[in-house]
């Protein structure tokens, strides 16, 4: 962990609270905000938009793991939550609302930061997965519209695939566009002929 991280604390319990404040303090200079109250915790997080959230909790519930989930959506942000005791379904239910680190146990300060540091680099792994699986989706995409485009160019022009596409970049340099975007257009152009 680099860098002043803005961290929100969600912590009932004032005494633990002011506990993990110091930890984190001791940890670097972080901006740190704590919340005591877990009613409209989602508004809250969205409000202040921290860098990483920590939850504390004795026993969480399934609305305050739904509340965590609005918070996280679209996972946009590392959480690590501890928990005294949990059960198998709230344990799957807080990893599925996007939970980077899951602990069990009673939270000591000097867990705190290599926990913290866990849940970050984990987060960050999640994120470029998720970033590449996008990609992947777009790239396959954009593939499918080209090779339609190619499709209504071999049967308009009576030309082979390798031609086709051959057409498509030109027009492409051409244009000074993608060739997904010369493809898209001629897409559009055929189903509204068609």
Do not use: C, Q, W
């Not at 959480?79 to 599925?96: G, H, N, P």
């Not at 000591?108 to 540091?117: A, F, V």
Request: proline share 4%; no cysteine.
């Amino acid at each position: 962990m680099s860098g002043k991280l803005s961290i929100i604390v969600v912590e009932p319990d004032r005494e633990r609270a002011l506990m993990i404040v110091d930890s984190l303090r001791e940890a670097g200079d972080n901006d740190i905000h704590v919340i005591s109250e877990v009613s409209s915790l989602a508004r809250r997080i969205r409000e202040r938009a921290p860098d990483m959230v920590i939850v504390d909790l004795a026993s969480p519930t399934r609305d305050m793991i739904e509340e965590l989930t609005l918070a996280t959506e679209p996972l946009d942000r590392p959480v690590a939550m501890f928990v005294d005791k949990s059960d198998d379904s709230l344990t799957k239910a807080a990893i599925e609302a996007g939970v980077s680190a899951y602990v069990v146990d009673d939270l000591r300060p000097e867990r705190l930061r290599p926990i913290m540091s866990a849940a970050i680099t984990r987060f960050n792994m999640f994120r470029r997965m998720r970033d590449e699986l996008e990609e992947t989706k777009r790239a396959l995409e954009e593939r499918k519209v080209i090779d339609r485009a190619k499709g209504v160019l071999m049967k308009a022009r009576g030309i082979d695939e390798d031609a086709a596409y051959a057409l498509l970049r030109k027009t492409a340099m051409d244009k000074g566009k993608k060739i997904y975007d010369v493809a898209a257009a001629l897409v559009t152009a055929s189903d509204l002929l068609s």
